[in-house]
């Protein structure tokens, strides 16, 4: 079974966004994955974590030290990970999964979109990059990507890298396909 990188945001309370994050981590637990999140217990990533445990799904966090107060250490985690910088987290997060699954969120959750796919499309890692988008959030950004595609600043190849799903359950499938 596969160990699966969730990035979603760390703000909204909305219930929807809230209830697809949930969504989220109930299919993970069911259907066997590990949840590897930020570590936080708020909005999405909370709702995210509570749900694979609820579901008996294990759940491993990765939170950098001086975000444990802001963000709510998630101190329910099978596995809670404290790090000393940001950087490290990132790496944990990235070398613990097997796939990524993206899920609306802000600019903390692009950062870290853009980065695995980025380096996907250049080859530095063959884990599937998922995009679960049910309500079209990510709309206007990847029109505008491929706007960029058609000036040339972006390669057909690198949007072909990233996968979209607009189910929970198509968004587990693509990302957990090897
Ligand atoms: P946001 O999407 O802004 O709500 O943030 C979602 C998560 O991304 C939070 O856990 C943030 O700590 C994290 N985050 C913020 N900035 C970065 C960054 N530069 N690299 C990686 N993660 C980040």
New binding site residues.
Partial sequence: MSAICV??????VDRRFLDLAAQLGTGLAESGHTVVS???NV???GALAEAARAAGGPTVGI??RA?ME??VADLGADELVVTET??E??RQMDERADGFITLP????????LF?TWTAGYLGMHDKPVVLLDPFGFYEPLLGWLQELRGQGFVAQRALDRLHVADSVPLAIELATAR
Avoid: D, F, N, V
């Fill in positions: 990035y979603c945001a760390s703000g909204p930020g570590g936080g909005s999405m990533m939170i950098p975000l802001r963000e940001m950087r987290r990132k969120g802000g600019i903390g959750t692009l950062e870290e980065e």
